[in-house]
């Protein structure tokens, strides 16, 4: 695969993590798809190659993933932590996700959403996502040493199904309307060939996407929950807002 184009100066490089290898499209594919169509470098951590699942082999499933990334214009790489529906939640791996953030120099980060009750995975590897994000910021941890300390603007969490949605959290609505968009991450997730041959996850996705854009008043949306509060440098930039009534 070539590696993808660099950001413009004004795009910083997006990195989402995902536990399985289809967590990322289905949760916020549809996003991933609109940044690269706008030029940002997205670049994809999947940390595990499903080999819990229930359908699919671990070498099918590790194509199937490399296959949607090419499609929604992102690279791709696995990592091997504890293997899937076995993570547990240890310092080693944050600090070995901090040293991922200090070598690909990420503006923002989505991981999935903290809730528990979804699959043990997604919430353990949000909680080290979010503890890397500020291990990376470390310049005294020894561990970390040789790569130069980072920063990220925005950690944002998505939520794979509707029960992991965080219900004390607004979410912030991206604006995935647009045909080109749809159709790649449709594709995408289409591409998981294994998963959705079992259940009827594009239409699921798609139907969701279509109810946050109907309370948003457009066409189709994805929530993102933002793990600190986000900073404007004017008003003008909050303009739209999900209200229609």
Known sequence: MKPAPKSPPELTPLLAFGAHPDDIEFGCGGVIAKETRAGRQVHLVICSRGEAGSHGTPAQRTAEAKKAAAILGATVEFIKLDGDAHLEIRPAHAIKLAGLIRRLQPGIVLAPSVVENQHPDHAKLGKLVRDAARLARYGGLKELRPAKAHAISQLFFYAVTPEAE???????????????????????????????????????????????????????????FPNDPLVFDSLAQTSRSARRF
């Open 166 to 224: 965080p219900r004390d959290v607004l979410p912030v609505m991206l604006d995935i309307s647009e045909p080109e968009v749809i159709a790649a991450w449709s594709a995408a997730m289409a591409a998981h060939a294994s998963q959705v041959n079992a259940r009827n996850y594009v239409e699921l996705q798609l139907t969701r996407a279509r109810l946050l854009g109907a309370r948003a008043g457009i066409g189709y949306a994805t929530a993102l």
